[in-house]
């Protein structure tokens, strides 16, 4: 055996130095054993006790290699002492096989075979002793460090290597040099059996030296045979004098040979007569493991509700052969006294009196939530009477449930198993209340798993019902870019088909959206594009196209969606709008000019209706003369800023210091303000402020503004004007002090003919505004909160390479 074992240990790994090293301990021990044994057989007694000597010499050397190399090489105990070791050890081998120093002489006494030691017996038992107690240190330190498996694996090792050892120690070498009795060498071997087994065992149950041994089931069959034998074996010895004075050798091998069978087959007739009786009663013996580990696969496995209470439900009325078995789960409304409805049911028993309610009793699921724990009518009938357990044993007893067990998920209950007496009568015993509470524990957490899963199938099927009735193309894309939703208005916008298109990655889409798509998942940033060119083949339409990122609770990218709208029908009504206010602007401008011509028109005729009877009055025909160029040079302004309205920004713009013409407008209107007392300040930074211009078009601008806010500005108040800039763009507000501009006139006041004033055109700020259109600025008005209006122009600066065209 110690060879065997031995042998197993160096195939598992023949290049570790600790499996060679123990292969070489086991090797030395069996030619120790088999020199022992063979000493006691009476022949060759000389040879046999110096061989025994031999292997002996050489197992401490080993097992100080081992320990030396198991299961991490010790750095202290260096390869020059193992060296040293071994030729010690060889050495006293040598001695042994070949002369009388260690092994002087052996024979026969009246005790038995006896051995005389020689000389230098005294030296080889030092040497041993030494060498074993240096290796049993290297070894318990190794176990002290260690933690975890491998401070298992050298428990074994360890208590395997001392006692076995220690027992041989003691009876072949302390014992003799303290008594010089050599009587009791044939005890040493024995303590081999202790060592195969702790080394066995470790193997077996902690992969020790990383071997892995197999055990047959045939083996352990056997073996369970064997030890259910032994009663047996112990009767027949205590008859075996009896027996043998009565009986011939062949009847008493047919004897044993009948009781060894009949040993064999009453526990096989005992199985079988015990399953048909307990058959016959309906006593059913469930393999406990195999039914939760079948329940483990299916529950989480199955996500669908009906099937899981289907199966959960036949499970526990089929592993306790009850009268029927039910599952309650609580209602969906969010009340907190939301009653529990019956989902299903199944009575094994047509007599039954199992009865399961479309309601579970009130009173038993108060119990059941607050207490979270099974309840056993048997239990509850044998506790101390308060009200409320006689009410919850009235209710259990009526209903014939012997059992109720509680569905829990995130320390709430959620439904509960009721489950009624056992046909056979028995009562619930521990191991089927624990395996009952393991798959109630885990019919919980599948349970609420199944009704999450089915509302997110509703969810689902709402979405997309939403989904594909909107016109709006709608492409969602998971963390890998593969396509996961693409609807009807997609298909329709792009000409791709969703069965061509689903579950393929981003390249099969439209290069405008799969990019963004794409820029989404990886940044994780929502993206928009206004306007975009979108082909389904035969149309390009254009489209507008936003992309947001999808994420979990943990912020990470699940993926993204993209929404696409046509913009044809918005283009189409932006045109039918913008077609409608030049009509509205041309009738407003038609109704201006008609309106302002008219005036002077009027004038002329009366005086040349007025000519023929007053030709030769000299007065009447200077007046007439000085009217009619009065009228027609007003009508002559007035065309020439309509043509300005018309024309503003023919002429070319170049980069220009925007602080320019602001000043020079200033500087012309000062006068004018100085006139009515009217203070006119300026604000601009030290920075030019360089934008694509005409200087003359923004002298005219402003001065236009400066004269607007002159006009309604009263004496002793304050026009501003302040420049600031931005990293793009440069903004001129123009502040007064006067009355501000209604409310309900802030979005007119830029309209041709449109003024607040007795006497003014109304062309002004409209020729203002289209000023400030052409050089792509934006002209806008507000009201200050301290009183006055502000007129702001906002224009886009210009980025050149040159210096600004002086004014």
Not at 85 to 99: D, E, P
């Amino acid at each position: 055996m110690v060879l065997g074992l031995g042998l197993l240990v160096w195939r598992a790994r023949p290049e570790a130095p600790s499996n060679r090293s123990f292969g070489a301990f086991t090797l030395f021990s069996a030619i120790w054993i088999l020199g022992v044994g063979l000493f006691y057989s009476e022949t060759n007694l000389v040879f046999w006790a110096t061989t025994a000597f031999a292997g002996a010499s050489l197992v401490p050397a080993a097992f100080l290699s081992f320990v030396r190399y198991y299961p991490t090489p010790t750095r202290w105990l260096g390869p020059w002492a193992l060296r040293l070791n071994f030729s010690v050890g060889l050495f006293f081998a040598v001695v042994s096989l070949t002369t009388r120093l260690i092994v002087k002489d052996a024979r026969i006494t009246s005790t038995g075979p006896a051995r005389e030691t020689g000389a230098l017996y005294p030296l080889f038992a030092a040497y041993f002793l030494v060498a074993w107690l240096a290796a049993l240190v290297v070894l318990l330190s190794k176990w002290s460090r260690a933690r975890g498996l491998a401070r298992v694996q050298l428990h074994y090792l360890a208590l395997g290597f001392a006692v076995s050892t220690s027992g041989g120690i003691a009876a072949n070498l302390v014992l003799p040099i303290l008594t010089g009795i050599t009587s009791y060498n044939w005890i040493g071997p024995l303590f081999s059996l202790a060592f195969v087994a702790l080394i066995a065992h470790g193997i077996i149950r902690h992969r020790v030296m990383d071997v892995r041994l197999v055990i047959h089931r045939g083996l352990t069959f056997a073996l369970a045979l064997v030890v259910s034998l032994i009663p047996v074996a112990c009767l027949l010895a205590l008859a075996w004098p009896r027996l043998s004075d009565h009986l011939a050798p062949e009847e008493l091998i047919v004897l044993v040979i009948a009781i060894v069978v009949v040993g064999i087959l009453i526990p096989l007739t005992r199985d079988v007569a015990g399953r048909l009786l307990d058959r016959y009663v309906y006593r059913t013996h469930v393999n406990y493991q195999r039914t939760l580990r079948e329940a483990s696969e299916a529950l989480t496995r199955v996500l669908d509700l009906k099937v899981l209470l289907q199966f959960m439900n036949h499970t526990v009325a089929t592993s306790t052969n009850s009268e029927g078995a039910a599952v309650y789960l609580k209602g969906s409304a969010p009340e907190l006294g939301s009653p529990f409805r019956r989902a299903i049911a199944e009575k094994r028993h047509a007599q039954s009196h199992f009865d399961t309610p479309e309601e579970a009793p009130p009173e038993v699921i108060a119990v059941l939530t607050r207490t979270k724990d099974l309840l056993l009518t048997e239990e509850i009938e044998h506790e101390r009477p308060t009200s409320e357990r006689e009410r919850l044993h009235a209710a259990l007893s009526r209903l014939n449930w012997a059992l109720v067990l509680p569905l829990v998920s995130e320390e709430h209950v959620i439904g509960a198993i009721v489950v009624g007496p056992k046909l056979a009568g028995d009562p619930f015993y521990p191991q089927d209340l624990d395996l009952l509470m393991t798959l109630a524990n885990q019919a919980g957490v599948a349970v609420k798993n199944a009704q999450l899963y089915a509302q997110v199938l509703l969810a689902n099927e709402h979405l997309n019902n939403i989904v594909s009735t909107i016109e709006s193309g709608v492409v969602a894309v998971d963390a890998t870019g593969q396509i996961t939703l693409f609807n009807p208005a997609a298909q329709q916008l792009t000409g791709l088909a969703a069965e061509r298109v689903r579950f393929q990655p981003l390249s099969v889409l439209p290069e405008c959206v799969g990019r963004m798509l794409g820029e989404t998942v990886a940044e994780g940033g929502a993206r928009t594009q206004p306007e975009v060119q979108l082909s389904d083949g035969t149309t390009t339409r254009p489209i507008i196209c936003t992309t947001s990122p999808l994420h979990d609770q943990s912020g990470a990218v699940l993926g993204a969606v993209a929404v696409f709208s046509d913009l044809t029908p918005l283009k189409a009504l932006e045109v039918e709008r913008q077609r409608a206010e030049r009509l509205a602007y041309f009738e407003m401008l038609a109704s201006g000019i008609a309106h302002e011509i008219k005036n002077p028109l009027v004038a002329v005729k009366a005086f040349s209706q007025l000519m023929p009877r007053r030709r030769t009055d000299d007065r009447f025909v200077a007046e007439f003369d000085r009217v009619v160029n009065h009228e027609i040079a007003k009508m002559e302004r007035l065309l020439d800023r309509l043509r300005t309205l018309s024309h503003p920004g023919e002429r070319p713009h170049h980069p220009i210091d925007l602080r320019a013409p602001i000043g020079d407008a200033i500087e012309a209107m000062r006068p004018v303000f100085g006139e009515k007392s009217i203070g006119l300040g300026m604000t601009m930074g030290p920075s030019p402020c360089t934008v694509l211009a005409d200087h003359s078009e923004l002298e005219q601008l402003f001065l236009n503004l400066l004269m607007n806010a002159h006009e309604v500005t009263p004496p002793e108040g304050s026009v501003r004007v302040e420049v600031s800039t931005t990293a793009d763009r440069a903004i001129v507000a123009v502040v007064d002090t006067g009355p501000g501009v209604p409310p309900e006139l802030l979005e007119r006041v830029f309209d041709p003919f449109f003024s607040t004033k007795e006497r003014g055109s109304g062309l002004g700020l409209a020729i203002c505004a289209s000023i400030a259109q052409t050089h792509g600025a934006r002209l806008k008005v507000a009201n200050h909160e301290t009183g006055g209006a502000v007129f702001t122009v906002d224009f886009p600066l210009a980025v050149v390479a040159t210096q600004p065209v002086p004014a």
